[in-house]
Nanobody, 121 residues
Framework: QVQLVESGGGLVQPGGSLRLSCAAS????????MGWYRQAPGKQRDLVAA???????NYGDSVKGRFTISRDNAKNTVHLEMNSLKPEDTGVYYC???????????????WGKGTLVTVSS
């Protein structure tokens, strides 16, 4: 069994900062790409940022220059540093990872339950 657990969401004023964290646990052999997705009310879930096991990053256009994704391969964690937050950044942020479990030779896609970020004055 594999779990992804997010933390760090909350209410923040426009222009503020938040740091999200996601920890993967369970029978993990290797983690490929890890990422964060955002789902605003009434909208589809969109990519915010992703990072490969080697550290290559990819960001959604709306967050470039404001958000930074990082990971700790030894701890199976991924983080999202969010700065200069805007009301349009509001939504549920989901952690995502491609994980190869012990005993398997292919990766499966896993999601966390999400953490709510609200940017409002």
């Amino acid at each position: 069994q594999v779990q992804l657990v997010e933390s760090g969401g909350g209410l923040v004023q426009p222009g503020g900062s938040l740091r999200l964290s996601c920890a993967a646990s369970g029978s993990i052999f290797r983690i490929n790409t890890m990422g964060w997705y955002r789902q605003a009310p009434g909208k589809q879930r969109d990519l915010v940022a992703a990072i490969s096991s080697g550290g290559s990053t990819n960001y959604g256009d709306s967050v470039k220059g404001r958000f930074t994704i990082s990971r700790d391969n030894a701890k199976n964690t991924v983080h999202l540093e969010m700065n200069s937050l805007k009301p349009e950044d509001t939504g549920v942020y989901y952690c995502n990872a491609g994980i190869i479990r012990h005993g398997l030779d292919y990766a499966m896609n896993y999601w966390g339950k999400g953490t709510l970020v609200t940017v409002s004055s």
